[in-house]
């Protein structure tokens, strides 16, 4: 277990990631909390973290590239004062997904842009056009076309967070580079809203990670939320709403189902149906890496 105390004086702050690189978020995003930054500011900053670091091979600019080769990254933010949300699917040369689709929130009247739209609006608010392939990355996609097999970057993790502030509100965020070398436009459930994230003030927030081509049938965040409104606690949710995945008729689609939540009064909560699922917290005791392990063991 990873430890890192933090200076905290607003004892209600608090916030949650996805897998253990979601450390460096929630550690970011409190120091920002603590320093007054606004909470959608602190979340971005937070993200911004993994995106830019390139030994995430997921997230941002470490993560892998679609079947031909081009990186395209989704990201979304839902702010729980009133619902709002910004969003970005299929968005080529950008390190930084996550703060276009801030900027989707702040200054567009849609709520998500895809593919060159999306990327015509980052050029129209001053996101540099950038390289969003890393060489590791690049690698491993070269390895992939000459074999056909799996590279060195594999897998689909999401960095879902969220956060809560010392006036009680609440923002979700998540962005990622989806399945490795995945079919050319192909969006998961992480800019999804209900389902890669959810956050609203008077209930909570949640956001998944796994296999977004199955995670999209429940709306698991969306479910978690509401599982809080009806008087769970962020735990007993996460855990409730993997647990309508696991009870799906035949069998689960698929054991790729993770979920983390944050409730109004600063609960976390964390479930999954893998073996074993690494989340990252933070809040006045400082932060660390949690684990749970799957829902039916």
Same mark, same amino acid.
């Given at each position: 277990?990873?430890?890192?105390?933090?200076?905290?004086?607003?004892? +209600?702050?608090?916030?949650?990631?996805?897998?253990?690189?979601?450390?460096?978020?929630?550690?970011?995003?409190?120091?920002?909390?603590?320093?007054?930054?606004?909470?959608?500011? *602190?979340?971005?900053?937070?993200?911004?973290?993994?995106?830019?670091?390139?030994?995430?091979?997921?997230?941002?600019?470490?993560? *892998?590239?679609?079947? /031909?080769?081009?990186?395209?990254?989704?990201?979304?933010?839902?702010?729980?004062?009133?619902?709002?949300?910004?969003?970005?699917?299929?968005?080529?040369?950008?390190?930084?997904?996550?703060?276009? /689709?801030?900027?989707?929130?702040?200054?567009?009247?849609?709520?998500?842009?895809?593919? %060159?739209?999306?990327?015509?609006?980052? +050029?129209?608010?001053?996101?540099?056009?950038? #390289?969003?392939?890393?060489?590791?990355?690049?690698?491993?996609?070269?390895?992939?076309?000459?074999?056909?097999?799996?590279?060195?970057?594999?897998?689909?993790?999401?960095?879902?967070?969220?956060?809560?502030?010392?006036?009680?509100?609440?923002?979700?965020?998540?962005?990622?580079?989806?399945? %490795?070398?995945?079919?050319?436009?192909?969006?998961?459930?992480?800019?999804?809203?209900?389902?890669?994230?959810?956050? @609203?003030? +008077?209930?909570?927030?949640?956001?998944?990670?796994?296999?977004?081509?199955?995670?999209?049938?429940?709306?698991?965040?969306?479910?978690?939320?509401?599982?809080?409104?009806?008087?769970?606690?962020?735990?007993?949710?996460?855990?409730?709403?993997?647990?309508?995945?696991?009870?799906?008729?035949?069998?689960?689609?698929?054991?790729?189902?993770?979920?983390?939540?944050?409730?109004?009064?600063? #609960?976390?909560?964390?479930?999954?149906?893998?073996?074993?699922?690494?989340?990252?917290?933070?809040?006045? %005791?400082?932060?660390?890496?949690?684990?749970?392990?799957? *829902? @039916? %063991?």
């Amino acid at each position: 277990m990873t430890v890192q105390h933090i200076g905290v004086t607003e004892v +209600r702050s608090a916030a949650i990631a996805t897998w253990d690189f979601g450390l460096r978020a929630v550690v970011e995003t409190g120091h920002a909390i603590t320093s007054g930054a606004s909470l959608l500011d *602190a979340v971005e900053r937070g993200v911004n973290v993994v995106e830019l670091d390139a030994s995430v091979a997921t997230v941002g600019y470490g993560g *892998a590239p679609n079947a /031909a080769g081009v990186m395209e990254m989704d990201a979304a933010v839902m702010v729980g004062a009133d619902l709002s949300v910004g969003a970005v699917a299929g968005l080529q040369r950008c390190r930084r997904p996550i703060s276009v /689709a801030r900027a989707v929130h702040d200054h567009c009247r849609h709520s998500m842009l895809v593919g %060159s739209g999306a990327a015509e609006f980052a +050029r129209q608010h001053g996101f540099p056009e950038e #390289d969003a392939l890393s060489e590791a990355a690049r690698a491993a996609y070269e390895e992939w076309v000459a074999t056909q097999a799996p590279g060195t970057v594999h897998g689909h993790d999401t960095l879902g967070l969220c956060a809560l502030d010392a006036t009680g509100h609440l923002v979700a965020a998540c962005s990622t580079s989806g399945i %490795s070398f995945k079919h050319p436009g192909r969006v998961g459930d992480s800019p999804i809203v209900g389902s890669g994230l959810y956050a @609203d003030n +008077r209930a909570g927030a949640a956001a998944a990670t796994g296999d977004g081509d199955h995670i999209q049938r429940f709306c698991l965040s969306f479910l978690a939320v509401e599982l809080m409104r009806a008087g769970a606690t962020a735990m007993e949710a996460c855990r409730q709403a993997v647990q309508r995945v696991l009870d799906t008729p035949g069998g689960p689609p698929t054991r790729e189902v993770s979920l983390v939540a944050l409730s109004p009064e600063g #609960d976390l909560g964390a479930a999954t149906l893998l073996e074993r699922f690494e989340y990252a917290v933070w809040n006045a %005791s400082g932060a660390e890496v949690r684990c749970v392990v799957a *829902a @039916d %063991s």
